[in-house]
């Protein structure tokens, strides 16, 4: 039973009903598959582009199906102030770089002194999931931290093994698209847009 | 009434408890609110359940009180009507439910 008092299960309502789209999984999912399938290229142009096309893309999506349909919610932000955000950066790239240069003592893998200096481009990559725990954190769409400790840990596998991160990224973002597409169909289907115009009543 | 359970019963003042946001549908309204910084009519009759009729009504009665502010900002370029607490809405919502949990203490208490 929803009881208007018990604030935290009021929350988790008006959450599931902002992210029941689905919208920002098949962001992410088509987020990784561009990556996926640049990240050979070698520019960091791309990398750097996702996130903001992503954000349009999921921005204006909601715009143009999911507000329409079940109506906009300004969620509160938690305090992140300034100096929070600056540290959480900063504690992440220095933890990236101590993880990417120790890896070759203490893992088989194969880099010499001189391509340890490769790793370095992988410094824009977490960044990105940086800014993705910001966002998580900020809009409280919990599911984002999953998403990354996935990457994360299909990176750590891949150094591990024969097959390149591409592909794991290709299988993860398929997942994540083809889940997200999956529920904004279903979201469709369960609220079809109303008669009248919407919000300005 | 003979129960002895009774006599044990601390005072409870009910005059203390905000009747205008005691009536369900107006402690839902209230409720979701306080979560969010604001929200448009269509988000609040989805979360509530209520009718346009009695939504607007009650979100009437709320301004009036000065509990909510209704205004139009822009949100990505479109314009929206944005229903939040004011923050003495806020305070009083904040100030019921510690009422209401003092009460409930209470009668658990027994």
């Known amino acids: 039973m929803n009881s208007p008092l018990d604030l935290p299960q009021v ?25 996926a399938l640049t990240m050979n290229h070698g520019s960091i142009v791309y990398l750097a582009m996702t996130p903001v096309l992503l954000a349009m893309f999921v921005r204006g999506m909601r715009r143009r199906f999911t507000y329409p349909r ?46 340890q200096w490769l790793l370095f ?9 940086t800014i993705a725990m910001i966002f998580a954190h900020r809009h409280k769409v919990f599911n984002i931290y999953g998403y990354i400790l996935i990457v994360v840990g299909c990176f750590l596998h891949s150094r591990l093994s024969p097959v390149p ?34 919000s300005d009543e | 009434m003979n129960d002895p359970s009774y006599s044990r019963l601390p005072a409870f003042n009910a005059e203390s408890i905000d009747r205008l946001i005691h009536e369900p549908a107006r402690l839902s309204i209230m409720a979701v609110l306080y979560v969010v910084e604001g929200a448009d009519f269509l988000f609040l009759e989805g979360q509530t359940g209520l009718t346009k009729g009695n939504l607007s009504s009650h979100l009437s009665k709320l301004e009036s009180a000065g509990y909510i502010e209704i205004t139009k900002e822009f949100v990505e370029r479109i314009p929206h009507t944005l229903i939040g607490l004011t923050p003495s809405g806020r305070e009083a919502f904040a100030g019921y439910l510690r009422e209401m949990k003092s009460a409930l203490g209470r009668f658990e208490s027994l």
């Open chain 1, 70 to 115: 079940v109506g906009f919610a300004k969620l509160k932000s938690p305090p992140m102030t300034r100096v929070k955000i600056i540290a959480l950066v900063s504690v992440t790239l220095i933890l990236t770089m101590i993880t990417l240069l120790s890896v070759p003592r203490v893992t088989p893998f194969k880099v010499s002194g001189g391509d």
């Open chain 1, 11 to 35: 929350e988790r309502r008006v959450l599931a009903t902002l992210n029941e789209d689905g919208l920002l999984d098949l962001g992410l999912g088509l987020g990784t598959l561009v990556i």
């Open chain 1, 121 to 129: 481009s992988y410094l824009p990559a977490a960044l990105i999931l």
């Open chain 1, 165 to 198: 991160l591409q592909y794991y990224l290709l299988l993860i973002g398929a997942v994540a698209a083809a889940t997200g597409l999956g529920r904004f169909i279903i979201f469709l289907k369960n609220h079809p847009k109303p008669d009248t115009g919407h």
